[in-house]
């Protein structure tokens, strides 16, 4: 669902937002999809990073939708995350993103909770190997463990719109720089996976000791029939200790195991791609 629709902010930012989500619409689909008339997608070519003016109103410090708080990134550069994928089509096609540009589903867009509007990012596929660029318009998606809201055509060109979903890769790109330092990150990045190789972990929490992460593993076990592993990660402050499930055999369990865990007072769950 797209921030301009949903969020609620006393700003009056937030305001102008609920406001042009108030226009008129044309030839708005009652249920999101694709289009009745399937097109050629192959020949649309990926966004042209370019330095771009910050979005008026499409980058407030602080929004909430429902009831979960979100910050907006001072600057893109550095970001590097992996996640989940959708897509939006018909229903929001022709209607105003959080940024003020019109959605154009034919175009290489897509939707992200935080990153600064415009922005411009690499979309891997981590099933396939599958590229795409695309800028960064619209805030969304608000569904739990999604990570980015792609156009229709970005979305068929990756193939992930007959599955809804798609493991991803999502690297931002400098506007400006060389091929070679492109993707802006602050470490050495690690080597992308071969294509087919990515799988999905639900992540119960992180904790400081093993010993509080074998209790919730313990735990779990006695609720769930899935692999629980306690997966260490090194960092400079020391070691975490994840707890998590999986790895899981598709999208839609995932969210099932989510809500699930949510009853047995896991609250904090989230889907992981490694």
């Not at 972990?201 to 593993?217: I, P």
Request: with cysteine; glycine share 8%; hydrophobic share 35%.
């Amino acid at each position: 669902m797209r921030l301009s629709r949903v969020i609620r902010s006393t700003t009056l930012i937030a305001s102008f937002l609920l406001l042009v989500a108030c226009g008129t619409v044309p030839e708005v689909s009652d249920s999101d999809g694709a289009p009745t008339k399937v097109p050629d997608v192959s020949q649309v070519p990926d966004a042209v990073p370019k330095v771009e003016p910050r979005s008026k109103y499409g980058n407030p410090r602080q929004y909430e939708v429902f009831g979960k708080s979100y910050y907006t990134l001072a600057s893109a550069d550095g970001y590097r995350e992996k996640g989940i994928a959708s897509w939006y089509g018909t229903k929001f096609h022709g209607r105003r993103t959080s940024s003020g540009e019109l959605y154009d589903m034919y175009a290489m867009t897509a939707a992200h909770k935080t990153l600064p509007l415009p922005s411009y990012v690499e979309v891997t596929n981590l099933e396939n190997g599958r590229k795409v660029i695309v800028k960064v318009n619209d805030r969304g998606p608000f569904h739990d463990n999604r990570l980015i809201d792609l156009s229709y055509s970005a979305a068929t060109k990756l193939g992930i719109v007959a599955k809804g979903t798609g493991l991803v890769e999502v690297k931002a790109i400098t506007p400006g720089a060389t091929k070679r330092t492109a993707i802006a990150t602050d470490t050495e990045p690690s080597p992308v996976k071969p294509a087919g190789s990515a799988a999905m972990f639900l992540q119960v929490g992180a904790f400081s000791t093993r010993n509080r992460a074998e209790q919730v593993k313990s735990r779990l076990q006695r609720d769930i029939t899935d692999t629980v592993r306690v997966v260490p990660l090194e960092g400079v402050q020391g070691t975490l200790y994840r707890v998590r499930v999986g790895p899981l055999a598709s999208v839609s369990y995932g969210d099932s195991l989510a809500a699930k865990l949510v009853g047995l007072g896991f609250r904090d769950s989230q889907i992981v791609v490694d």
